[in-house]
């Protein structure tokens, strides 16, 4: 009995580091004082195609250039301490360094649970109507996949977010034969 919770502390022991590798990113102090560490998130923004509407399917669809795009952050008191709107490039990417942004409590109000992405204003009049690709009319979550972009004296730890999707505000209704 006492070798299986030997066993099972062992294992989440080996475990609890991977479980907060993603804090770590933000939290590690730098190797030198002058080293800046950011925030990013990232992601696409499309025009969903009219045949995949009310789906979360972006088969067919065409990347927004200049499109809106808001990232909310909440504290853990889930009051907004972070909100600014960005612009998708000329392919719909999405680059969004969060300066300014601080976490008062480093787990509760860590990027991952803190942040929400939402799409904002599309340029297009043809495709301008909000849609739910990735749950963005309430918020698409972040997700970490390990990715950084590192130099001398700088850090950035990038979140990714979406794909996001507005969609046309004119449909064909489709014709059954």
Known sequence: MASRHIMILVTL?????MAFSSINAIEDAPATA????DVVVEG???CQSCEHFGTWSL???????????????KNYKGQVNYYKVFETDGNGYLYATLEGFKMSHYLLDH???????KPVWSPLENCSLLSNVN??????PLRFENKRLSGRNYEAVIY???PLAFRPSQCPHPTHY
């Open 13 to 17: 022991l080996l475990l609890l580091p």
């Open 34 to 37: 002058d080293k800046k560490i």
């Open 44 to 46: 696409m923004v499309y």
């Open 59 to 73: 088969t067919g669809a065409m990347p927004i250039p200049s499109a809106k795009i808001s990232v909310t952050c």
């Open 111 to 117: 990027p991952l649970h803190s942040c929400i992405v």
């Open 135 to 140: 749950y963005g009319l309430n918020g698409a």
């Open 160 to 162: 990714a977010a979406g």
